[in-house]
C-alpha cells in the first residue's frame, strides 16, 4: 500500500514560516490535500488540490508538490495555528484514500 | 450552509456492534459521496470505507473488509456505518466526511465509540 511519510513535530516562533513535508514515492504525480487538526476538534482541509485552498483559509496556508515530496508552507505562524497536520491523497492499488501519520506544529 | 451531525458516543462489549449515524443537511444529498475515517487517540487518521449516496455502491478498506457495512438513507439524508465484532482496538473517534473532488470539504463532529467489557 502506497505509504506517506510526515515528520512528527516541528516547532516554529510567532511571525516566522515553517514547512511541514509529506513524502511518497511519486507524490509529485497525485493531488495532495492537508488538513489541520486541533484538540478534540474533526480535521479541516486548508489545502487541497497541492495548492488550492478553500474560502475562510487565509492566505499564509500554501501548498506545493513535486517529486516525492509535498509541502505545506505555513507564513507568519500564529498561535492559533498550533495543531495536528496531515496530508492526504489518493491512492489506485489498495485503499484509495491515504493519511500521512501528521505532524504536530508548536508555536513556541 | 453544510453540516454533517454525527450521532452520540456509544459504548460497547466486545465482540458486539455499533451503528453510527451522519445526517447531512445543507446540500443535495446524493451529489456527494461520504467516507468514513477513524482516529485512535494520538493516532493518525484511518480511512475505513464510503459510499455514494446516488447509488448505494460502496468500498471498504481492506483493514475492516467483512466487519464494516456502510448503508445510507436517501429519504433521511443520512449515511450510517456499522462495525462488528469489536475489539477494544475499536475504541476511538469516528468521523463522517464528505467527498467534493478529490479531498475532504465538510466533517461530522466524531463519535467515540468505546469497546470495553
Known amino acids: 500500500s502506497y505509504v506517506l511519510t510526515q515528520p512528527p513535530s516541528v516547532s516554529v516562533a510567532p511571525g516566522q514560516t515553517t514547512r511541514i513535508t509529506c513524502a511518497g514515492v511519486?507524490?509529485?504525480?497525485?493531488?495532495v490535500q492537508w488538513y489541520q487538526q486541533k484538540p478534540g476538534q474533526a480535521p479541516l482541509l486548508v489545502v487541497h488540490?497541492?495548492?488550492d485552498r478553500p474560502s475562510g483559509i487565509p492566505e499564509r496556508f500554501s501548498g506545493s508538490n513535486s517529486g516525492n515530496t509535498a509541502t505545506l508552507t505555513i507564513s507568519r505562524v500564529e498561535a492559533g495555528d498550533e495543531a495536528d497536520y496531515y496530508c492526504?491523497?489518493?491512492?489506485?492499488?489498495?485503499?484509495?484514500?491515504?493519511f500521512g501519520g501528521g505532524t504536530k506544529l508548536t508555536v513556541l | 450552509q453544510v453540516r454533517l451531525v454525527q450521532s452520540g458516543a456509544e459504548v460497547k462489549k466486545p465482540g458486539a456492534s455499533v451503528k453510527v449515524s451522519c445526517k447531512a443537511s445543507?446540500?443535495?444529498?446524493?451529489?456527494?459521496?461520504v467516507h468514513w475515517v477513524r482516529q485512535a487517540p494520538g493516532q493518525r487518521l484511518e480511512w475505513m470505507g464510503w459510499?455514494?449516496?446516488?447509488?448505494?455502491?460502496?468500498k471498504y478498506s481492506q483493514k475492516f473488509q467483512g466487519r464494516v457495512t456502510i448503508t445510507r438513507d436517501t429519504s433521511a439524508s443520512t449515511t450510517y456505518m456499522e462495525l462488528s465484532s469489536l475489539k477494544s482496538e475499536d475504541t476511538t473517534v469516528y468521523y463522517c466526511?464528505?467527498?467534493?473532488?478529490?479531498?475532504?470539504?465538510?466533517w461530522g463532529q466524531g463519535t467515540l465509540v468505546t469497546v470495553s467489557s
Open positions: 445543507g446540500y443535495t444529498f446524493t451529489s456527494h459521496a
Open positions: 492526504q491523497v489518493w491512492d489506485s492499488y489498495s485503499d484509495p484514500v491515504v
Open positions: 459510499i455514494n449516496a446516488a447509488n448505494g455502491n460502496t
Open positions: 488540490d497541492d495548492s
Open positions: 466526511a464528505r467527498l467534493d473532488g478529490y479531498f475532504f470539504d465538510y
Open positions: 511519486n507524490i509529485g504525480r497525485k493531488s
